[in-house]
């Protein structure tokens, strides 16, 4: 890997995209994003490599961001400790992703149990409570996430933009 040619990449194609090495083989999106945010960051989405044992994690992962700016400053991040782990931060790009596509897929939500009825988007990968009516990360809708398989969440109300969505 020639890290001057990802540099020059990454900011010529102003890429949203970083790479995460060393990640302690447990990490979950929850922590990832516990530990952006501590130091400024706001990934809108995490990914890791699916491997032919399940069971196996790689360590590894990418996380995107929603401006190619957000990015470039949470690579600063790169040394610092994720559970007593230094983290390798390095920048990637949307190629890398896309040529990647087949093999990735989403950390695990949390270390908690998923309770019946909680879901994950299927834009973002985000693990939602039941109650929720759209997604907390990115607002995309629930689809029939609730009990009675409405896209209500089983409140009732007809349509996105009525009943408790303001109580989230």
């Not at 922590?31 to 130091?39: D, G, H, K, R």
């Not at 019946?116 to 988007?121: A, E, I, K, L, V």
Request: charged content about 20%; proline content about 8%.
């Amino acid at each position: 890997m020639d890290a001057r040619a990802d540099v020059r990449a990454f900011l010529s194609e102003r890429s949203k995209v970083l790479h995460m090495a060393g990640l302690p083989h447990d990490t979950t999106q929850s922590e990832l994003e516990s530990w952006f945010t501590q130091f400024g960051g706001r990934p809108i989405a995490f990914w890791t490599l699916r491997t032919p044992d399940q069971h196996k994690p790689t360590g590894s992962g990418f996380a995107v961001f929603s401006s190619h700016e957000e990015a470039a400053e949470s690579l600063c991040m790169n040394g610092r400790a994720l559970n007593e782990k230094a983290i390798e931060v390095s920048p990637s790009s949307s190629r890398v992703l896309d040529r990647a596509a087949e093999i990735l897929t989403p950390f695990p939500p949390s270390k908690n149990r998923p309770r019946p009825g909680d879901w994950t988007c299927p834009s973002c990968g985000f693990s939602n409570f039941q109650r929720r009516t759209a997604c907390f990360r990115c607002s995309f809708p629930a689809m029939g996430a609730g009990p009675s398989g409405d896209a209500m969440g089983g409140y009732g109300g007809g349509g996105y933009g009525y009943g408790p969505a303001a109580m989230m």
